[in-house]
């Protein structure tokens, strides 16, 4: 990584004024004009020096932060912002294979299980039947068939959803995959946060030295409280925030001091 | 009962549609956005609207809105099944005229509590 933390000369900038600055009052006093206007060219040379270092440094800075976030040179080759948007597609779309697997699987094993249920009760029923000595020759033949069909299906179906079942555990594999992807993009932000901190503290030194000032930003620039518009914003990951609900208890609730 | 269930993820539209299965609703139809959903409503006989909140296009809660100032869709019940979870946006929704509000992640018990609530007070 290219260090972009500034090397910080404002010291011995400081140290130079400080000390040209003392020669400049004594040669003052000892009223010689022409060494004074020397010193005071020397003052001003000290100042555009340290300037240009530091409008050099906030350049290279700059240079570099751009080159690394489009490049992310120590997260290995792959992974600049570009490509941080296609691994948190290629998230959305393991989930979504996820998801869509896993439904499959359930919507295919659920009629299978209603038919082990459905055959159940009915085979109970004509037991009871039989029990109460109320079936007659002929249908405690049928039931017997029917006891053997149903075993038969019982197996198939069994097997099915046990297939099925296992599928569903797989597919959680995503998981694994996803969590990876999403470390390296977490660990991209935190780096381009770090450079831009960086950009920031060195823009700082060059305000500092030049001693120009920015305009606080208006009241009118902020957005005021009262006209912020409700907009969707997701899930929200912290529910014990101000003014966030925590779980559908706390929507009921709400809703009903509403007269829901 | 025709049904419309309107989110982005087609996952949550096959979750929903298969919990509404679950309870007895076989006849459903998907919208992924509101400004998909609204000509279907116009043109549709739907009975219920599903809707989840933060689509692209129109969101849930401009779709409930246009739903409200429809003459023939304003009494449609509408339930949103959405992720936005603060007490402003429960406020607003419930002000915009939703008729029940379920917070993801949400149980299949939980949509039909809901439901159900919502059909007693309507045929009530």
């Known amino acids: 990584m290219a260090e972009l933390h500034m090397d910080s000369q404002a010291p ?14 004594r040669k003052i006093e000892d009223g ?35 080159k690394n976030i489009t490049t992310g040179d120590e997260l290995s080759e792959d992974s600049g912002m570009g490509q941080a948007s296609d691994k948190l597609s290629y998230v ?36 009871q039947k039989f029990l109460r000595k109320e079936l007659k020759p002929n249908e405690f033949r049928d039931l017997t068939k029917s006891i053997d069909s149903y075993l038969l299906q019982t197996q198939i179906n ?32 935190t780096e381009v946060e770090t450079r831009l901190v960086d950009l920031v503290a060195m823009a700082g030194e060059v305000d500092r030295i030049t001693g120009i000032t920015h ?23 912290d529910t014990s925030l101000e003014g966030v609900v925590d779980g559908q208890d706390d929507v009921d609730d709400l809703l009903s001091s509403l007269g829901f | ?35 998909t959903a609204l000509p279907m409503l116009q043109s549709g006989d739907f009975d219920f609207l599903v809707t989840d909140w933060n ?23 509408v339930l949103m099944v959405t992720a936005e979870a603060k007490r402003d946006q429960i406020v607003a929704a419930a002000q915009a005229g939703v008729n029940g509000y379920v917070v993801k992640p949400f149980t299949a018990a939980v949509l039909k509590e809901k439901i159900d609530k919502i059909f007693e007070r309507v045929e009530g």
């Open chain 2, 55 to 77: 689509m692209p296009g129109m969101t849930g809660l401009d779709l409930l809105k246009h739903v409200r100032a429809d003459d023939k869709l304003k009494t449609l019940p």
């Open chain 1, 32 to 66: 010689d004009l022409g060494k004074v206007v020397g010193v005071v060219n020397s003052i001003n040379e000290v100042r555009d020096r340290t300037l240009y270092d530091e409008i050099g440094k906030l350049t290279r800075g700059l240079h570099e932060a751009i």
């Open chain 1, 92 to 127: 959305i779309k393991m989930t979504d294979k996820a998801a869509n697997k896993t439904m499959d699987l359930v919507e295919e094993g659920m009629p299978l299980n209603s038919e082990i249920l459905d055959g159940a009760a009915d085979l109970h029923e004509q037991w």
């Open chain 1, 215 to 237: 305009a606080e930003p208006s009241q009118n620039d902020i957005p005021q409280e009262d006209s912020k518009k409700i907009a969707p914003e997701g899930p929200q990951i």
């Open chain 1, 12 to 25: 011995s900038f400081q140290q130079e004024i400080k000390e040209l600055a003392e020669d400049l009052l």
């Open chain 1, 158 to 189: 069994s097997k099915k959803i046990s297939s099925n079942l296992s599928g569903i555990l797989m597919a959680q594999d995503f998981q694994d995959l996803t969590g990876q992807v999403i470390n390296r993009v977490t660990k991209l932000v």
């Open chain 2, 1 to 35: 009962m025709k049904i419309l269930v309107v989110d982005d993820f087609s996952t949550m539209r096959r979750i929903v549609k298969n919990l509404l299965r679950d309870l007895g609703f076989t006849n459903t139809q998907e919208a992924d956005d509101g400004l």
